[in-house]
């Protein structure tokens, strides 16, 4: 996919007000999502002519708004190019259908709102039926996770005060985002995150994402429109997608294999049709659900060794002045998890590489990467790489 390189770029985002249980509905955040990006790129409802709308939990509902629906929504214009997306963006594909004439202008759009994600959550016992399924008796997300964790402390010798790390970092740069829900709040010592309530064996608080309300939205457009915009382009050169077979409903042997999982796959996609390696990258965000994901992101996508994530966070290279800063905004740790954050993985980047992000801007950042993933540990993947000229 050649062609990818540099025929789309990212010409407007937009977040709207993040935070827990908004009086607004899920509607509302993502229609003045899409307005705000596109009011950032300085175009208009009239130029989009392709939608992107992540599937939440509340998809899981039959809640899932029609392509008709957002025809509807953005002037009644027929749209050329419709997609869903679930732990992954969809801007490589979008991208590549802007690339292959398909549409010229693709809006990727998410809202939540009033809808809890974790065991509490009104959907749980409703939507996930299947008797096989732990969320359908209020396991939800965690306890997969912790035995991911388990089992990659035992394999690896690592301690929960590894772990701890990741969580530390993230908040540190969430206080340098005025933006993020957490950093207010002030810097975390590992010591905090592990004297925080156990939420399942070893996953502390402090080392789960949070769950709020929000919106997000981006714009990506063909060269000849982007060139025109309000806004620099931030080039789509690189992007992949994969899914894995894992379902949160079963735990294939091994678990964690060394011959990688949809992560690699997806990392080792992007950077060849980016024609880079990962020592040209400047700044990265990685999916930081648990303490344990973001490590294992980095070891998927070859940034480390397996095993090894954990030396490489303590070496400093994931901080901001590291030789890859990642998450700084403070990621789904401490800055928002809005039900579908995919989003807001390469938003970020995108405000790097626009030299927009104030305190936590990263020096002379040109080439970025945003990871995403979810449906299980590692079942869905995408990530997409971006540069500026």
């Given at each position: 996919m050649?062609?990818?390189?540099?025929?789309?770029?990212?010409v407007?985002?937009?977040t709207?007000?993040?935070?827990r249980?908004?009086?607004?509905?899920?509607?509302s955040?993502?229609?003045?999502?899409?307005?705000?990006?596109?009011?950032?790129?300085g175009l208009?409802?009239?130029?989009?002519?392709?939608?992107?709308a992540p599937i939440?939990m509340?998809?899981?509902?039959?809640r899932?708004?029609?392509?008709?629906?957002?025809?509807?929504?953005?002037?009644?214009?027929?749209?050329?190019?419709?997609?869903?997306?679930?732990?992954?963006?969809g801007a490589?594909?979008?991208?590549?259908?802007?690339?292959?004439?398909?549409?010229?202008?693709?809006?990727?759009?998410?809202?939540?709102?009033?809808?809890?994600?974790?065991?509490?959550?009104?959907?749980?016992q409703?939507?996930?039926?299947?008797?096989?399924?732990?969320?359908?008796?209020g396991?939800y997300?965690?306890?997969?996770?912790?035995?991911?964790?388990?089992?990659?402390?035992?394999?690896f010798?690592?301690?929960?005060?590894?772990?701890?790390?990741?969580?530390?970092?993230h908040?540190?740069?969430?206080?340098?985002?005025?933006a993020?829900?957490?950093?207010?709040?002030?810097d975390?010592?590992a010591?905090?995150?592990?004297?925080?309530?156990?939420?399942?064996?070893?996953?502390?608080?402090?080392d789960?994402?949070?769950?709020n309300?929000g919106?997000?939205?981006?714009?990506?457009a063909s060269?000849?429109?982007?060139?025109?915009?309000?806004r620099?382009?931030?080039?789509?050169?690189?992007?992949?997608?994969?899914?894995?077979?894992?379902?949160?409903?079963?735990i294939?042997?091994?678990w964690?294999?060394?011959?990688?999982?949809?992560?690699?796959k997806?990392?080792?996609?992007a950077f060849?049709?980016?024609?880079?390696?990962?020592?040209?990258?400047?700044v990265?965000?990685?999916?930081?659900?648990?303490?344990?994901?973001?490590l294992?992101?980095?070891?998927?996508?070859?940034?480390?060794?397996?095993?090894?994530?954990?030396?490489?966070?303590r070496?400093?290279?994931?901080?901001?002045g590291g030789?890859?800063?990642?998450?700084?905004?403070?990621?789904?740790?401490?800055?928002?998890?809005?039900?579908?954050?995919?989003?807001?993985?390469?938003i970020?980047?995108?405000?790097?590489?626009?030299?927009?992000?104030g305190?936590?801007?990263v020096?002379d950042?040109?080439?970025?990467?945003?990871?995403?993933q979810?449906?299980?540990?590692?079942?869905?993947?995408?990530?997409?790489?971006?540069?500026?000229?």
């Amino acid at each position: 996919m050649a062609f990818l390189h540099r025929s789309a770029a990212v010409v407007g985002i937009y977040t709207s007000e993040q935070g827990r249980f908004l009086k607004r509905s899920s509607t509302s955040l993502q229609i003045e999502a899409i307005k705000g990006a596109l009011d950032d790129a300085g175009l208009g409802l009239d130029d989009v002519d392709g939608i992107v709308a992540p599937i939440t939990m509340e998809a899981a509902g039959l809640r899932l708004p029609s392509p008709q629906h957002w025809a509807a929504q953005l002037g009644g214009k027929a749209l050329t190019y419709t997609d869903s997306a679930g732990g992954h963006l969809g801007a490589q594909k979008a991208a590549a259908a802007i690339a292959a004439g398909f549409a010229k202008v693709i809006v990727l759009v998410h809202g939540k709102a009033d809808l809890e994600i974790g065991p509490r959550g009104k959907l749980n016992q409703t939507v996930h039926a299947d008797p096989w399924e732990s969320m359908a008796w209020g396991g939800y997300m965690a306890p997969w996770y912790a035995m991911w964790a388990k089992r990659y402390m035992h394999e690896f010798g690592v301690t929960s005060e590894d772990m701890a790390q990741v969580p530390v970092i993230h908040r540190h740069h969430a206080t340098l985002n005025p933006a993020s829900l957490m950093g207010s709040r002030g810097d975390l010592t590992a010591e905090n995150v592990l004297d925080s309530r156990m939420i399942a064996d070893p996953l502390h608080l402090l080392d789960c994402a949070l769950d709020n309300d929000g919106g997000w939205a981006i714009v990506i457009a063909s060269a000849d429109v982007a060139r025109d915009c309000r806004r620099e382009p931030i080039w789509i050169i690189g992007g992949g997608e994969a899914a894995d077979s894992d379902l949160y409903m079963t735990i294939d042997a091994p678990w964690i294999r060394r011959e990688g999982s949809a992560a690699r796959k997806v990392g080792e996609i992007a950077f060849a049709q980016a024609g880079i390696t990962r020592d040209d990258v400047d700044v990265a965000n990685l999916y930081d659900c648990f303490s344990i994901t973001f490590l294992r992101d980095l070891e998927e996508l070859g940034f480390c060794e397996l095993g090894e994530a954990a030396h490489y966070v303590r070496a400093g290279h994931t901080r901001l002045g590291g030789s890859m800063p990642c998450n700084t905004d403070g990621g789904l740790l401490s800055n928002s998890h809005n039900g579908n954050p995919t989003g807001m993985m390469a938003i970020e980047v995108v405000r790097q590489l626009r030299g927009e992000a104030g305190a936590r801007q990263v020096p002379d950042a040109r080439i970025g990467l945003a990871f995403s993933q979810g449906a299980a540990v590692h079942g869905v993947c995408g990530t997409v790489v971006l540069a500026k000229d």
